[in-house]
C-alpha cells in the first residue's frame, strides 16, 4: 500500500516502500546509518523498547525504538520491508550475514535436539556439511530424499518422527533436478507438528520460482548470488508467510550476531530494482546457449529445466518455474580429464564458484562445490566426475557460446 492508501505492483513496491525521506535530511535514495547504537527518546522509551525485544510487549510503530544494530538497525529495516516485495506472499524478512547465516540460523531455531527433519540431495555444500558436522553432533536427524523423488519425499515426511522441518534445494545444484515443493507442504499440513517446510530458492529465485504461492512457508536466499547479483559482497535472506516466524528468526539472529551490516543492507537494497532484469537475461542466455550446443561431439549430456524429457520432472517444472534460469551442466566426453580441459581453454567464462552474477562462471563441482560428499553420495546425487557447471551471466551470448565451442 502506498502512503496515500493504493496498492502498487511489486516491482514499483521495491522502490517505494520502507524508506521515506523524512527519515534523512531528504535524500531520495537511504543512507547508510553505521551508529552501533541508538539514543533514546526517554528512559520510560528504553524500557519500552527492551520490552519489545524481549517480546514481553507487542511491537507497534510508536514503541519500536532503535536499540543496539547487532538487533536491528535502520538499514535492515528499509531492507526487509522492499523485499517482501520481491516475494509474492512473504508477509516480512530476515536479513544474515550470509546465505549459510540464514540457514544455519533457521535450524537451529526450528530442530532441537532429539528432533528429525528431512531434506532433499544433493544440497549446497555448506549446508551438507552443516547437517552432517554440526547437526548430527547435536542430536538432530537429517533423512536425506534424492531431488525430484516425490515418492520417497511423501513417504519420508509422513514416517519422521518428531518432524520439525523440510528442507528443499530446488532445482537442486548442480544437477538441476526438480523436487515437488507442493507435495511437501501438502504432506507437513497432514503432520500434528506441523513441520516448516522451507525451500532455498538461491538457483531461480526470487524471479523465475516462488516456493511461498505453492505451500512453502519459507523462501531461503544466499543474496550472495542472483540477488546482489556481482559477486561483490555475502549476504542472506529468509522470508515467510508467517510474521511471528520471521521475529523469532530475528530473535535468534540477535543473540548469534549474524545480522546483515548496515553497508551491506545499503549495497544489497540497490540491487533490488534490477535483480528481475538481470535474471530475466541470465535465463533466456542460458537458454539460447544450451539450445546451440544440443548434438554437439564432445557433450554426452546437458542438463537444463528447458530440455526436461521426464514426465514426472515436466509436471514439478511446469508447476512451479516460470523460465529455466541461468544455471545449466554439460557432462564431457573423456571424464574429468576433459572436463578439466575444458575448464583451461575457456577466455570469457571464468573458472570461480559461486553464481548468479552478471559475469559468467564455470567449475567442477565434483572436485569443488561438492567435494565434501562421499563418492557413494557423488554417485547416488548423479554429480559426476565428467560435469561442468556454468553459471550464466548477462553478457552477449554469441560471445559465449562461442568461447564454450572453442574450449570444447
Ligand atoms: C551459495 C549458496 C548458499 C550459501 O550462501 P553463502 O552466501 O555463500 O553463505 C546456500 N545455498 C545455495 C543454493 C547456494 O548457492
Known amino acids: 500500500m502506498s502512503k496515500r492508501g493504493y496498492v502498487v505492483r511489486p516491482q514499483t513496491a521495491l522502490i517505494t516502500r520502507g524508506f521515506d525521506p523524512r527519515m534523512s535530511v531528504g535524500a531520495a535514495r537511504p543512507p547508510v546509518y553505521r551508529s552501533s547504537t541508538y539514543v533514546f527518546s526517554s528512559p520510560e522509551a528504553a524500557a519500552t523498547a527492551f520490552a519489545v525485544a524481549l517480546g514481553k510487549q507487542p511491537c507497534d510503530a510508536e514503541h519500536g525504538e532503535l536499540i543496539y544494530s547487532r538487533l536491528a538497525h535502520p538499514n535492515a529495516?528499509?531492507?526487509?520491508?522492499?523485499?517482501?516485495?520481491?516475494?509474492?506472499?512473504?508477509?516480512?524478512?530476515?536479513?544474515?550475514?550470509?546465505?549459510?547465516?540464514?540457514?544455519?540460523?533457521?535450524?537451529?531455531?526450528?530442530?532441537?535436539?532429539?528432533?528429525?527433519?528431512?531434506?532433499?540431495?544433493?544440497?549446497?555444500?555448506?549446508?551438507?556439511?552443516?547437517?552432517?558436522?554440526?547437526?548430527?553432533?547435536?542430536?538432530?536427524?537429517?533423512?536425506?530424499?534424492?531431488?525430484?523423488?516425490?515418492?520417497?519425499?511423501?513417504?519420508?515426511?509422513?514416517?519422521?518422527?518428531?518432524?520439525?522441518?523440510?528442507?528443499i534445494e530446488t532445482p537442486s545444484n548442480p544437477t538441476?533436478?526438480?523436487?515437488?515443493?507442493?507435495?511437501?507442504?501438502?504432506?507437513?499440513?497432514?503432520?500434528?507438528?506441523?513441520?516448516?517446510?522451507?525451500?532455498?530458492?538461491?538457483?531461480?529465485?526470487?524471479?523465475?520460482?516462488?516456493?511461498?504461492?505453492?505451500?512453502?512457508?519459507?523462501?531461503?536466499?544466499?543474496?550472495?548470488?542472483?540477488?546482489?547479483?556481482?559477486?561483490?559482497?555475502?549476504?542472506?535472506?529468509?522470508?515467510?508467510?508467517?510474521?511471528?516466524?520471521?521475529?523469532?528468526?530475528?530473535?535468534?539472529?540477535?543473540?548469534?550476531?549474524?545480522?546483515?551490516?548496515?553497508?551491506?543492507?545499503?549495497?544489497?537494497?540497490?540491487?533490488?530494482?534490477?535483480?528481475?532484469?538481470?535474471?530475466?537475461?541470465q535465463s533466456k542466455n542460458a537458454q539460447h546457449i544450451v539450445e546451440s550446443l544440443i548434438g554437439h561431439d564432445s557433450i554426452s549430456r546437458i542438463l537444463y529445466p528447458s530440455l526436461i524429457k521426464d514426465t514426472e520432472q515436466l509436471r514439478i517444472r511446469d508447476k512451479q518455474c516460470r523460465f529455466p534460469g541461468g544455471m545449466f551442466s554439460l557432462e564431457l566426453k573423456g571424464g574429468i580429464r576433459g572436463a578439466f580441459d575444458f575448464l583451461r581453454k575457456l577466455n570469457i567464462i571464468k573458472n570461480a564458484v559461486s553464481l548468479g552474477g552478471v559475469e559468467s562462471l564455470a567449475c567442477h563441482p565434483a572436485t569443488t562445490t561438492h567435494s565434501e560428499m562421499t563418492p557413494e553420495d557423488l554417485t547416488h546425487a548423479g554429480v559426476t566426475e565428467s560435469l561442468v557447471r556454468v553459471s550464466v551471466g548477462v553478457e552477449d551470448w554469441r560471445d559465449l557460446l562461442a568461447d564454450i565451442r572453442q574450449a570444447l
Request: include cysteine; proline fraction near 6%.
Open 176 to 281: 538441476l533436478e526438480m523436487s515437488d515443493i507442493g507435495a511437501a507442504a501438502e504432506e507437513a499440513r497432514d503432520r500434528p507438528e506441523r513441520p516448516l517446510v522451507a525451500v532455498d530458492n538461491t538457483l531461480l529465485g526470487p524471479v523465475l520460482q516462488h516456493p511461498l504461492t505453492v505451500g512453502a512457508d519459507l523462501a531461503v536466499y544466499s543474496a550472495t548470488k542472483y540477488l546482489s547479483g556481482f559477486s561483490d559482497m555475502l549476504a542472506g535472506v529468509i522470508l515467510g508467510t508467517n510474521v511471528k516466524v520471521v521475529e523469532e528468526l530475528r530473535g535468534l539472529r540477535a543473540i548469534l550476531g549474524n545480522i546483515l551490516q548496515p553497508d551491506e543492507c545499503w549495497m544489497l537494497d540497490s540491487r533490488l530494482p534490477t535483480v528481475s532484469f538481470r535474471m530475466h537475461r
Open 77 to 167: 529495516n528499509i531492507l526487509e520491508d522492499q523485499i517482501v516485495a520481491l516475494e509474492p506472499k512473504a508477509e516480512a524478512a530476515a536479513v544474515f550475514n550470509s546465505g549459510m547465516a540464514a540457514i544455519t540460523t533457521l535450524f537451529l531455531m526450528t530442530c532441537p535436539p532429539g528432533t528429525t527433519f528431512v531434506y532433499t540431495t544433493p544440497l549446497y555444500g555448506g549446508t551438507y556439511h552443516f547437517i552432517h558436522g554440526l547437526l548430527s553432533s547435536l542430536g538432530v536427524t537429517g533423512i536425506p530424499v534424492p531431488a525430484g523423488n516425490t515418492k520417497e519425499l511423501r513417504h519420508a515426511i509422513r514416517a519422521a518422527l518428531d518432524l520439525r522441518m523440510v528442507f
